[in-house]
């Protein structure tokens, strides 16, 4: 079943995916940002914080190996979208994506609040 709900997310990126950017929602629809930064905050779900850092003063061990969150305002939505569904491009953990496709969406709409 997740290999499935996988596969279709990857043939869905490959038929949006516009040069490095996934314009549309995922879900069609839009994300909950405080969901979205639980998700990033998450040390089971998310793992983001392993390798980024970012505004999250309660969180004291932070990942140094890539760029600060906050880097993420200067992107559009459909790039950060992209970043996180296309992680093997966008990061070196090929293979890692294990969010649902509404979970990618709720980060989309917490990074979108950075700026
Ligand atoms: C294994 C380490 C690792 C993990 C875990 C990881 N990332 Fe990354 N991420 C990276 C690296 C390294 C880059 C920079 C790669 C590059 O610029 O090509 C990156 C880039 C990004 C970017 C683009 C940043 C910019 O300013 O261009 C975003 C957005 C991002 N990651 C979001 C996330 C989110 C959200 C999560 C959790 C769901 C996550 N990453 C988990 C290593 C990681």
Known sequence: MR?????L???LSA???ANDEIPASLT??????VRGRALVANR??????????GPFPEER????????LRSAARLTEGQIRQRIVDSGK????????????EQIEDIVAYLRTLK
């Not at 089971?44 to 850092?53: P, Y």
């Not at 061990?61 to 600060?68: S, T, V």
């Open 90 to 101: 966008a990061n070196p953990y090929q293979g890692k994506t294990i969010l649902s496709t």
């Open 61 to 68: 061990f932070q990942g140094d190996l890539a760029p600060d």
């Open 15 to 17: 038929a949006v995916c």
């Open 28 to 33: 069609g629809a839009k994300g909950d940002p």
């Open 3 to 7: 290999a499935l709900a996988f596969g």
């Open 44 to 53: 089971q779900v998310g793992l983001c914080l392993l390798c980024h850092s």
């Open 9 to 11: 997310l990857l043939a």
